[in-house]
């Protein structure tokens, strides 16, 4: 059963940083791409950024560039987003995805993590 786990949202005032995590199990973590996506209030979801299964590269919105970084640690199975520099516009839910490499329709999803970001 594959599961993956976002952690790490919560409140912040305008101009901070949070630190997500998605641990994943159940799946060979190495063949996955794996994304962070975004729901704001009223808005639909969007791709915030993206990282290969060995990590070399790394996509983002044009939003949330020079910004926001994704890593990953495949031995630990956990990608993850550090947000610096925070926005009122950042306040979402944020949802972990993993895409299998060769197959894109072997995808799955976390149940997501608060972000506010207001002062």
């Known amino acids: 059963q594959v599961q993956l786990v976002e952690s790490g949202g919560g409140s912040v005032q305008p101009g901070g940083s949070l630190r997500l995590s998605c641990v994943a199990s159940g799946l060979t973590y190495s063949m996955y791409f794996m994304k962070w996506y975004r729901q704001g209030p009223g808005k639909e979801r969007e791709l915030v950024a993206d990282i290969s299964p060995t990590g070399a590269v790394v996509n983002y919105a044009d939003s949330v560039k020079g910004r926001f970084t994704i890593s990953r640690d495949n031995d630990e199975k956990t990608v993850y987003l550090d947000m610096n520099n925070l926005e009122s516009e950042d306040t979402a839910v944020y949802f972990c995805?993993?895409?299998?490499?060769?197959?894109?329709?072997?995808?799955?999803w976390g149940q997501g993590t608060q972000v506010t970001v207001s002062s």
């Open positions: 995805n993993a895409v299998y490499r060769l197959d894109a329709s072997a995808t799955y």
